[in-house]
């Protein structure tokens, strides 16, 4: 289905699908003119109208029990088994009806992955969730989560329902699409990811000191600070000016203040109503509306049968993206005018190369919003989970500064290097993103039939029908603690320096995939790790303490109840964990924080 596409989004799904709708019913008519032909008996008007509607039902059970039974003689023929499923107790209604409400349960007020991790004691790491009818496999296995993205990477990709369900939010960009398009894309951003592009610290120290002052100004009015809205901002900026050479300006915008400040509408200084905080709202928006429909597989346009819910919220997104477009297109224009083709080309960013590759706008708009999303969304998740954990873990908080003062002193800018020998540094970002991964979920679909590795060394393959959509969550395989050892839910970045690194990770490296694997590894990776150390290495130089400010967050922001009574790692969080394309915390993450002494060294 075309993002473009005017028509509501349920039309085409109905037109699509109309020949196997109206086959039940002619099946009926067709019997029905059989009997009358050998027979002068009459039938019911009513018993008519009930063997019409029970055509329905009828054709789907043929259908599916078709579907299980080819299933099952073709993963025979494989040498194959299919995949465990949940038992009758635990979803006993037809078609994983009870399954998808619980999940869209989840999203509302549970926890992330919520379930999931019983499954290991059920049904195992893999198995079939059967949605609306559908083959739907779920994994948090490292060895099947390896085979979907890189030992049998042919085998699968993002697959037309996925790539119907992200077109009106990321269209034809690199995340929603597969083959030379995607091979297209990628081959336009790798450059620009090298060594020499990432290590221009200029950029996050621009932005990183205009995030500081602003956090500093607001501390001293005696008001916690949504650190996450700062660092989506920061994120942001530094993103668009590295990739774009348009500086945003997100940051020059008003911070919002805590949910109980009075507000005087005349006092523009104490509201948030910029264009850029139009632009963050209405992208979540249409992020969180975009992950309820994958809830649905193919069947989504039944939820949004007269209106593309995804595709209104991101009218003010679009029009905040035509303002980069513009300014690329003019820039360009200028340089070649003004500057000589080496100069030009050193100076070049994404989107100037963007712009020479093709003139079609809603294709260069597309690109952008999809490094958009990388950009800003990946990185401030990182960096507000990170800061989470800091106040939750002063020790960490402690070492982490001893580290950063006694390697490159109060004031001084952190270089590459710097960074890279900062060892502490790593592992409370690799912990952090163990524990907090910005992407929980993803998914691949299996383009023909194909199997997936033995659980167990003699057992037999797992079979994938083709079109099978496979979920796998890095969330939960980061938790298991048969993977990670018995504190697996503790925080503790030690276990990225000591023995626990060559018994648990060197041995099973796809146990940690925050960046993805194989081809489709995030091009961003080391660019996020530069741009997250750079920012807390600037944050802790100039404050020496970070409080969680829980009087800050709106109540209805903060954990439910229920989640300290189901104890383990939910029962300790003190704020509430939500997840559209990327995993964020809901309403914020307020903290505050005590400025570092002017003459403070170790």
């Known amino acids: 289905m075309s993002g473009n596409s005017n028509l509501p989004p349920g039309i085409p799904f109905v037109v699509k699908r109309l020949p196997k709708l109206i086959i039940p019913p002619i099946t009926v008519y067709l019997l029905l003119v059989v009997y009358h032909f050998y027979t002068t008996d009459t039938i019911s008007t009513w018993l008519v109208s009930f063997l019409y509607i029970l055509s329905f039902p009828v054709a789907l059970t043929i259908s599916v029990a078709h579907s299980m039974i080819s299933n099952r003689i073709i993963a025979a023929r494989m040498g194959a088994v299919m995949a465990n499923s949940p038992n009758f107790f635990e979803d006993p209604l037809p078609g994983g009806i009870l399954s998808l409400y619980r999940a869209i349960k989840s999203m509302k007020t549970g926890y992330i992955a919520d379930g999931l991790e019983n499954r290991l004691h059920t049904t195992g790491p893999t198995f079939n969730a059967r949605v609306l009818f559908q083959d739907r496999i779920v994994t948090f296995e490292p060895n099947h989560v390896k085979a979907l993205l890189a030992t ?46 990432i290590t221009h610290f200029d950029i996050f120290d621009k932005h990183a000191d205009q995030a500081i002052v602003k956090m500093k100004a607001r501390f001293k009015e005696g008001y916690a600070v949504d650190f996450q809205e700062v660092v989506s901002r920061f994120t942001l900026d530094s993103a668009t000016e590295f990739l774009f050479g348009h500086d945003l300006g997100t940051l020059s915008d008003p911070l919002a203040y805590p949910y109980f400040t009075y507000t005087d ?213 980061h938790r298991r603690t048969d993977l990670w050892g018995p504190d697996a839910l503790t925080f503790d970045p030690g276990r990225f320096l000591d023995e626990r690194v060559h018994k648990y990770l060197t041995p099973n490296p796809f146990i940690f995939l925050p960046f993805n694997a194989g081809p489709r590894i995030c091009l961003g990776q080391q660019f996020a790790y530069n741009e997250s150390s750079f920012f807390l290495v600037r944050l802790l130089q100039n404050f020496s303490n970070i409080e969680l400010s829980e009087e800050s967050q709106p109540p209805h922001s903060k954990p439910p109840a229920s989640w300290k009574k189901e104890g383990g790692i939910k029962a300790t969080e003190k704020v509430q964990l939500k997840s559209h394309l990327t995993m964020y915390i809901h309403e914020g993450l307020w903290v505050k924080m005590g400025e570092a002494s002017v003459t403070e060294d170790i």
């Not at 049998?152 to 034809?172: E, I």
């Open 152 to 197: 049998q990477f042919d085998d699968f990709d993002k697959g037309r329902d996925t790539v119907s369900t992200l077109n009106s939010l990321l269209g034809t960009g690199v995340f929603a699409v597969d083959g030379d398009l995607w091979r297209f894309h990628r081959s336009i951003t790798r450059p620009f990811f090298s060594k020499d592009r």
């Open 265 to 477: 509408p005349a006092d523009s200084t104490r509201t948030v109503q910029s264009f850029s905080a139009r632009f963050s709202r209405a992208f979540s928006e249409a992020q969180s509306a975009t992950a309820f429909r994958s809830r649905f597989g193919d069947m989504w346009p039944l939820t949004e049968f007269w209106k593309d819910k995804t595709k209104e919220k991101m009218k003010p997104v679009h029009e905040f993206l035509d303002l980069i477009i513009q300014e690329g297109v003019r820039r360009a224009k200028s340089s070649k005018e003004g500057l000589p083709k080496e100069q030009a080309e050193e100076s070049e960013t994404v989107l100037d190369h963007l712009i020479r590759q093709t003139d079609d706008p809603i294709i260069i708009r597309d690109e952008i919003m999809n490094l958009a999303v990388a950009g800003r969304d990946t990185t401030a998740s990182l960096l507000s989970f990170t800061v989470y954990m800091l106040s939750q873990h002063k020790h960490v908080l402690l070492r982490l500064r001893e580290e950063i003062l006694s390697t490159i002193g109060p004031n001084r800018r952190p270089t590459y290097d710097d960074l890279r020998d900062m060892k502490y540094l790593r592992a409370v970002l690799n912990e952090t993103l163990r524990l907090y991964p910005p992407v929980p979920f993803d998914m691949r679909a299996s383009n023909k039939d194909t199997t997936l590795p033995p659980l167990k060394p003699g057992n037999k393959p797992i079979f994938v029908p083709a079109g099978t959509r496979c979920i796998y969550s890095v969330f939960v395989m």
